[in-house]
């Protein structure tokens, strides 16, 4: 549909915008799905220099590289990851042999590895482990009970080049002439071999010259004037209302499941902070430091 916002509607529309207003991508999520039993990993594989390479150190090397290792097919990425484990292993010791690891530098980055896996783990235990199915399903059923009922329109459309050719259409109808055949004829729209049936819409999800005329008619009639769009004229007819139907648990769980995390993830990050003693001397910093916080 050409002039449609939206091909498909997941949630209704107080749902929607719950849900796009919290669900956004954690920036821990990568690193702490990544954590597995070490009893699950502990298979030796191989060894390097005398040293065993495991199942663990192979998992380990797949989350670390998944932006790169994630394009090679499933079933090379193992191998993937022992070649790219042992090239980072053979460098690392040339490294060490150049006194590398000894460098402020490195050792600053160092820490702040140990951080952010400490950060993901602890991510990990207190947010992930801790939102269960039934939570999930309870915000699911709550949000659905405050949702207010709203009406979905079925209708027809005939797209045209220009407004006489609508009124034409018009004039055509009038006179007793079938809609669908109409638009099987005539209509530029890409529905228009399908009678320009553009099936149950919502509001929001048409521009809205379109869904006002839409939305005005009664069930069976069909406007009386051109409707002018970016897209053409169209001469619209509407052929059923019903309530809009809640989408099924089922699509919409990981949607949901996103948003406890987010929410959880953040009241823990805000109770942290409350409980750091934190000093910014950079004025200009500062002032942007307190505004990224306050937005979240």
Do not use: C
């Not at 509607?9 to 207003?21: K, N």
């Not at 869904?211 to 069909?222: H, I, M, N, S, T």
Request: net charge negative.
């Amino acid at each position: 549909m050409p002039f449609s916002r939206s091909t498909s509607h997941v949630l209704p529309s107080r749902i929607g915008r719950t849900l796009a207003s919290l669900v956004l991508a954690l920036s821990v999520s990568a690193g702490a799905t990544g954590f597995v039993s070490a009893q699950e990993t502990s298979e030796i594989v191989g060894t390097m220099d005398g040293k065993p390479i495991t199942r663990q150190d192979l998992d380990l090397t797949l989350t670390d590289l998944q932006d790169q290792l994630g394009q090679v097919p499933p079933e090379g990425r193992d191998a993937a990851a022992l070649t790219a484990l042992i090239d980072i292993r053979a460098l690392a010791e040339k490294a060490e042999e150049a006194g590398l690891d000894e460098t402020e530098d490195f050792r600053s980055r160092l820490e702040f590895m140990r951080q952010r896996a400490l950060h993901n783990a602890y991510f990990r235990t207190e947010v992930l482990d801790k939102i269960t199915d039934e939570d999930v399903r309870a915000r699911y059923d709550k949000e659905i009970a405050a949702t207010s009922p709203e009406n979905e329109v079925r209708a027809r459309h005939i797209l045209l080049a220009s407004e006489e050719e609508a009124k034409a259409v018009i004039a055509e109808l009038d006179n007793g002439a079938d809609f669908d055949t109409l638009a099987k004829e005539k209509s530029t729209g890409p529905s228009g071999p399908n009678g320009g049936d553009l099936g149950y819409f919502a509001r929001g999800s048409m521009v809205p010259e379109f869904e006002e005329a839409a939305f005005a008619l009664e069930v069976g009639e069909y406007t009386e004037e051109p409707v002018q769009t970016q897209f053409g004229w169209h001469v619209i007819k509407v052929e059923d209302k019903r309530a809009a139907q809640p989408p099924a648990f089922a699509q919409v769980e990981g949607q949901i499941r996103s948003v406890l995390v987010r929410e959880r993830y953040f009241e823990l990050l805000t109770e942290l902070r409350g409980q750091a003693d934190v000093e910014i001397t950079d004025p200009t910093l500062k002032a942007a430091y307190d505004q990224a916080t306050a937005a979240q």
